[in-house]
């Protein structure tokens, strides 16, 4: 679309009412020199006033239908089916979504010569020799780290141009839709109700603006290939925990301290994982919002 002699970037947002495609379009929409399309599964948008359409990633000809009709620059896809356990157990669905799904995304974008930025994991790692760099070599435990890491081959395959973006456990201030970590702990505890927690599993915990603003950057700089997005430290979920407990003045003798096998969960978790950042911090010039910087942002949002 051109606006006087500006040619405006025509980015395709999928899976824009899950968690993370919130917080794109939050930061897309006010961007005057982009035209932004959103699709999800939903029949309506979480956001309004917003172009949205509804799609199902797994059906090829409305996969088709729509990247031909908006032609967009940049497809990102923040779609997938995310239930690790579940994964275990509905491993048809799991597959036609986080590798059919994105095998269709792929075929579209390299057919209109779009660039694909694809979010990906730190569970296609085992979890024994965390934290893991963008050359690591991949090896999954459970079904879904396996589908996501099929997802990654299958792009890397496809002939289109793409990035892909890995991070691991996802926060940040979302107002529809499932709570995030934080948003969760602190209800929690609020309304006084005990939890569980595991401190024998290490990352570092990514604040969703981050990746946003890494996003933003890729397309600015045009990078291609494998980034790794993540949060400035690598602590136990329990210690994590116990920060949001501390910055949201919570009780912490709510916080039971367990171990993953306590949890009988029908997946296998990675337990010492984690993403380095340095590609990202010297090619995109990323740098993480600091942990207590990040709950500023949250309380402020959701008026936690």
């Not at 500006?6 to 980015?11: A, D, E, F, P, S």
């Not at 356990?85 to 509905?90: I, R, T, V």
């Not at 934290?131 to 991949?138: A, W």
């Not at 999954?140 to 892909?164: D, H, Q």
Request: proline share 4%.
């Amino acid at each position: 679309m051109i606006n006087g002699s500006m040619l405006k970037t025509r980015i395709l947002i999928i899976g824009s009412n899950g968690m993370l495609g919130q917080r794109l379009i939050n930061f897309f929409s006010v961007n005057s020199n982009v035209e932004l399309l959103c699709v999800s599964k939903e029949e309506k948008s979480f956001i309004d006033n917003i172009e949205y359409r509804s799609l199902d990633i797994t059906q090829k000809q409305k996969v088709m239908d729509i990247v031909l009709d908006f032609f967009p620059d940049y497809i990102i896809n923040a779609a997938a089916y995310t239930s690790v356990d579940k994964a275990e157990e509905e491993r048809e669905i799991t597959w036609k979504i986080n590798v059919n799904g994105v095998e269709n995304i792929a075929l579209y974008s390299w057919t209109i010569d779009a660039h694909l930025i694809h979010i990906s994991t730190d569970y296609i790692f085992d979890g024994k020799n965390g934290p893991y760099s963008e050359d690591d070599k991949p090896s999954p435990i459970n079904y879904y780290g396996r589908s996501k890491l099929a997802s990654e081959n299958s792009i890397r395959t496809s002939g289109v141009r793409f990035t892909i973006v890995r991070s691991n456990v996802l926060y940040g201030p979302v107002k529809f839709g499932r709570n995030d970590y934080v948003k969760w702990v602190v209800e929690s505890l609020r309304s006084g109700k005990e939890i569980r927690i595991v401190k024998d599993q290490f990352n570092n915990p990514t604040f969703i603006d981050d990746i946003c603003l890494a996003i933003n950057k890729l397309i600015e700089f045009k990078k291609e290939g494998i980034f790794n997005i993540a949060g400035p430290e690598i602590l136990s979920r329990l210690d994590f925990t116990y920060r949001i407990a501390d910055y949201f003045s919570l009780d912490k003798k709510l916080v039971t301290p367990i171990v993953t096998e306590d949890l009988k969960q029908p997946a296998p978790r990675p337990l010492k994982s984690g993403l380095i950042t340095l590609k990202a911090e010297t090619q995109l010039g990323f740098r993480a919002t600091s942990i207590t910087d990040s709950f500023a942002v949250i309380r402020k949002y959701l008026g936690l």
